[in-house]
Nanobody, 120 residues
């Protein structure tokens, strides 16, 4: 069984920073891309940032220059460094990983979500 566990969310003032972490554990054989999505109340879930197994990254236009995604393959962990946070970044942030588990079954896995609130 595979689990993604997120941490690092919380309340921060506008202009502040937060760092999210997501660790994958269980019967993992290989991880392809990993990413972060977010969903604000009344909105659809949207891609924030994604990183490939080789380290290539892509970002939503709204976070370019402010957020940085990275991964530690040895720890099966993905990070999201969020700087210059704005109130519109407030949302539940979800970790995602496309990985192969026991028996080389490939599928998408999701974390439980972590709340990020940007407010003064």
């Amino acid at each position: 069984q595979v689990q993604l566990v997120e941490s690092g969310g919380g309340l921060v003032q506008p202009g502040g920073s937060l760092r999210l972490s997501c660790a994958a554990s269980g019967s993992i054989l290989s991880i392809s891309h990993m990413g972060w999505y977010r969903q604000a109340p009344g909105n659809q879930r949207e891609l924030v940032a994604r990183i490939s197994g080789g380290g290539s990254t892509n970002y939503a236009d709204s976070v370019k220059g402010r957020f940085t995604i990275s991964r530690d393959n040895a720890k099966n962990t993905v990070y999201l460094q969020m700087n210059s946070l704005k109130p519109e970044d407030t949302a539940v942030y979800y970790c995602n990983a496309y990985l192969g588990s026991s028996g080389w079954s490939w599928k998408d896995y999701w974390g439980q979500g972590t709340q990020v609130t940007v407010s003064s």
